[in-house]
């Protein structure tokens, strides 16, 4: 079922899961996968290797998210370094599998990639939504990624929505947010969305804090911050008690989000289940 039409009927609660490299813990994954799905999400989302590393193996666990478990399923797209054609063996791919979602990102340059490989064709997201609209028509619901705390190579914040404006008038449907640790963020960041005229529904991203040191790395890489009195609470806390104020934090986060009718949550497992567990049962 298209995410967006799910949208307009309710709001959602979602899981995002990430194809696992190493044999020994994709036993994990299929855990994960079993155990939550007591919890019937509105939709799952599967992440993307660009290069050769864990983009088949996207496909085969979307295939085994959809047709074993019966999963609406959204996977995740990128289009740096791709061409036209292979965007469109992925499309196609989607399209045998009924697979009705999309989330259209950019991506980064995969190291691994050989030269010869590397397309110039996309740019940016727009670039991948606009064509996606431009050869399949609706057939998809286009999702795409915001940032409440500003994408990391953009200049400013204004111009970071001005390129989400983008990706929007080029069809697509919803936006999900990177992760964030303040509500503050993504309450400013919606009031500034839609204060440019983008109307379309807002998910909110969720990763609750189970390790101080995980976060960091984290937050590193997307731009996200931790706010100081949570850190001051986790550091120097054992692991069992970083878990703990970890949880409960993100528990009154997503009650929070909740309680100001957030269009919808969409919990980043890191392929498990505990923690997402105990997040549904307490907010829910």
Known sequence: ????????AKRTVSFEFFPPKKEETEQVLFKTIKDLRKYNPDFVSVTYGAGGSTRDKTLEWTKCMKQEHDY????HLTCVAASEQKIEAVTDSLTGLQVDNILALR?????DMPKEDISDEFQYASDLVRYIRKTTGDKFSIGVAGYPE????AKSMEAD???LK??????????ITQLFFDNYHFYNYLEKVRAVGIDVPIIAGIMPILNLSQAVRFTQMCGATIPKPLVAKLDGATVEDQYKIGMEFAAKQCGGLWASGVEGLHFYTLNKYNATEELIKSVF
């Open 107 to 111: 991506g980064d340059m995969p190291d």
């Open 72 to 75: 609406s399923v959204m996977m």
């Open 166 to 175: 983008r990706k929007v008038d080029e069809g697509a449907d919803f936006i």
């Open 161 to 163: 929505i001005e390129s």
């Open 150 to 153: 500003k994408h990391t190579e």
């Open 1 to 8: 079922m298209k995410i967006s039409d799910i949208l307009k």
